[in-house]
Nanobody, 125 residues
């Protein structure tokens, strides 16, 4: 069975950095994708980035461009989210997802196939 698991969340200082990791165990869809999302309390889910596995192409949401960097380990279906210059608005539950299809243009709203339980990131001064 496919299991998605995130790790690396925690408490960070304003302007600090955190690195999140995600592994999709049992996931072998080489034409699929893996993505990062976050959700602040009382707000809708927000897409962060999506990696199309066949090409390694990465799509970023405008809100995090220049501060967040996504990378992958292709053979192990693992992705990372390096977050720098953290702001209070970055406080959220961060989720990782995997999907049989590549990112396409609608990844931010599409119901992806497999989801992790999330990891909490809290940023404070």
């Amino acid at each position: 069975q496919v299991q998605v698991a995130e790790s690396g969340g925690g408490l960070a200082q304003l302007g600090g950095s955190l690195r999140l990791s995600c592994t999709a165990s049992g996931f072998t869809y080489v034409g699929g994708s893996m993505a990062w999302f976050r959700q602040r309390p009382g707000q809708e889910r927000e897409g962060i980035s999506c990696v199309s596995w066949a090409t390694g192409a990465i799509a970023y949401s405008d809100s995090v461009k220049g501060r967040f960097t996504t990378s992958r380990e292709k053979e192990t279906f693992r992705i990372y989210l390096q977050m720098t210059g953290l702001e209070e608005d970055d406080t959220a539950m961060y989720y990782c997802a995997a999907d049989r299809l590549n990112c396409g243009n609608g990844w931010r709203k599409r119901a992806l196939d497999y989801w992790g339980q999330g990891t909490q990131v809290t940023v404070s001064a």
